[in-house]
């Protein structure tokens, strides 16, 4: 049976425990313990899957097609192991299984009540994470701070589990605020001890707390923290705000959290060896040769929108060497012939996946921008696919080329719904999902890239490009450099003529890792570079009509 380690929250959302989470796994795996981890949402949908960006950020896909929170993306990136559906937990999921049973008569026609059958179906999915890993370590972090009402399930399952395995088989890791307050120059506790108050009349005490801050703590702050909450001194750990998140995993480890954990789980362990993350984080801080590349989307101002995205290049640019700035655009702004000046000096321009109409013609602008000047372009899901509908309609002529997601009576329907796909009417988790294969054409920027024939990666979309327009791309130098195993499905398209101008259908950017980056952003960033190198600077016309006209 493995142990379990619970990441609760406190004072306030947004602070941090699903980083924490992911660098204790970071920290266990080193001392060479086989952890997995697992992120209990409290809110009633069946996952984030049909949640604007604006709720919940990016949808991070796992391997076996399931549709999570973008924590999962951090523990990924840190414990580099692959998650799959038992790793996301949602309050909805809980409750269609259970009222699935009881519709079955699985309960004997008995009364239906939270405790004990919404706890114990909690628990039977904690129990299932790992299954097949068969891990020494469980990490599970309950999303939202404590309080919350939709959150109280689950906090009382987390509870039980104590007396259902033991005590010394668990560990509760309670991350809470310290606000600042400027008048006095000093941080305050009593939001602390009010969570932990709170945290305990549930019948929960923590054995460590995380004081996350924007401001360096004082050992008389940990003091204080340890005596009103019943702490022990070593077991209360400042973290406060870093500029690079990979950095979380050694301070903690630095202020002895790891040797803490081994010692309460009672844990054997070999010596934490974190060499190669320090060389990593010091690599990425020791960077100074900056890299301009630019991120077209409609979420822009949203950054976790493309958190994914955003690491996966920054993976890349470090591997490179180079210290990476992100000029986010909008892409609605585009449309109407605005912020150009934002593309001016880029060296590589991506744009990301998505869905829905807005900001759309801004993305096709974009990739034809790339195209006519030649400046290195990736493009992801979505944006493989407004790239071909740019080829369509400046390439080829197709003035009405477009995909019928977004106008279902084109003319020239270059992006069409999936066969499989057609009458399809529930939004949720009916996509294309998960890994898939792709094999690749020799002599190709992907071949070049992935050095091998070929390669799974993971999908997340319900339109692909149509079939019916191949010969005629490749006749005006496109070349589908990555196809389904039947030839059925095309998987990346890039362009003869053009530096480097790809785009995949599926999303790579879920498989990079801080120490192993993606092949298609070293590609892309090795591209990037080479531009920046070669280019000559450009001034941005008046309009962007004269660049269409161009």
Not at 192 to 216: F, N
Not at 313 to 336: F, M
């Amino acid at each position: 049976m493995p142990k379990y380690i619970f990441c609760t929250g406190g004072v306030v959302s947004s602070v941090g425990k699903g980083v924490t989470a992911a660098a204790i796994g970071r920290i266990l795996k080193s001392r060479g313990v086989k952890v997995a981890i697992q992120k209990l949402d409290p809110y009633l949908n069946v996952d984030p899957g049909t949640m604007s960006p604006y709720q919940h950020g990016e949808v991070f896909v796992t391997a076996d097609g399931a549709e999570t929170d973008l924590d999962l993306g951090h523990y990924e990136r840190f414990t580099d192991e692959n998650l799959d559906q038992t790793c996301n937990v949602t309050t909805g999921q809980i409750y269609a299984e259970v009222i699935r049973k009881e519709r079955r008569g699985d309960y004997l026609g008995g009364t239906i009540q939270v405790i004990p059958h919404i706890t114990n179906e909690i628990k039977r999915r904690i129990a299932l994470v790992g299954a097949k890993s068969d891990p020494q370590v469980v990490i599970v972090e309950v999303g939202g701070t404590v309080g919350d009402i939709e959150g109280q399930p689950f906090f009382e399952a987390i509870r039980q589990m104590r007396a259902d395995i033991g005590r010394d088989q668990t560990l509760y890791v309670h991350v809470t605020f310290l606000p600042y307050i400027g008048a006095t120059s000093e941080l305050k506790t009593k939001p602390t001890q009010h969570s932990v108050r709170e945290l305990r009349g549930i019948g929960i005490q923590p054995q460590v707390i995380i004081a996350r801050t924007d401001h360096a703590v004082s050992q008389e702050i940990v003091d204080k923290i340890a005596l009103f909450c019943d702490v022990e001194r070593r077991a209360v750990i400042p973290l406060e705000t870093t500029d690079n998140i990979y950095d979380v995993p050694l301070v903690l480890e630095d202020a002895g959290l790891g040797d803490y954990i081994v010692e309460q789980l009672q844990l054997e362990t070999d010596p934490p060896e974190l060499g190669e993350w320090r060389d990593l984080v010091r690599r990425m801080r020791g960077v100074s040769e900056l890299l301009r590349v630019a991120i077209v989307g409609k979420y822009v101002e949203l950054r976790d929108a493309y958190i994914s995205v955003k690491e996966a290049l920054s993976h890349a640019a470090v591997a490179h060497n180079r210290d990476l700035e992100i000029e986010w655009v909008y892409s609605g702004d585009l449309e109407k012939d605005r912020c150009w000046e934002q593309l001016d000096g880029v060296s590589g321009i991506v744009v990301p996946g998505g869905f829905g109409y807005r900001g759309i013609e801004g993305k096709i602008l974009a990739a034809q921008y790339a195209r006519n000047r030649q400046v290195p372009y990736l493009g992801l899901c979505l944006g493989m696919q407004v790239m071909c509908i740019e080829f369509a309609r400046s390439v080829l002529g197709l003035e009405d080329a477009n995909s019928t997601e977004f106008d279902s009576s084109c003319e020239h329907p270059v992006i069409d719904l999936m066969p499989d796909q057609q009458g399809v009417v529930n939004l949720g988790g009916t996509m294309r999902l998960g890994i898939y294969p792709c094999v690749l054409s020799s002599s190709t920027e992907a071949a070049r890239a992935y050095q091998q024939p070929a390669v799974d990666e993971r999908h997340r979309h319900r339109f692909e490009f149509n079939n019916r327009y191949r010969d005629m791309f490749e006749q005006a130098g496109a070349r589908f450099s990555g196809l389904s195993p039947d030839d059925r499905l095309v998987e990346i398209m890039e362009l003869v003529d053009h530096p480097f101008m790809l785009g995949s259908q599926f999303h790579p950017e879920f498989r990079s890792r801080p120490n192993r980056p993606h092949p298609l952003f070293l590609a892309f960033i090795q591209a990037a570079m080479s531009y920046a190198v070669s280019a000559s600077p450009q001034s941005e016309p008046e309009s962007h009509s004269a660049e269409v006209e161009a």
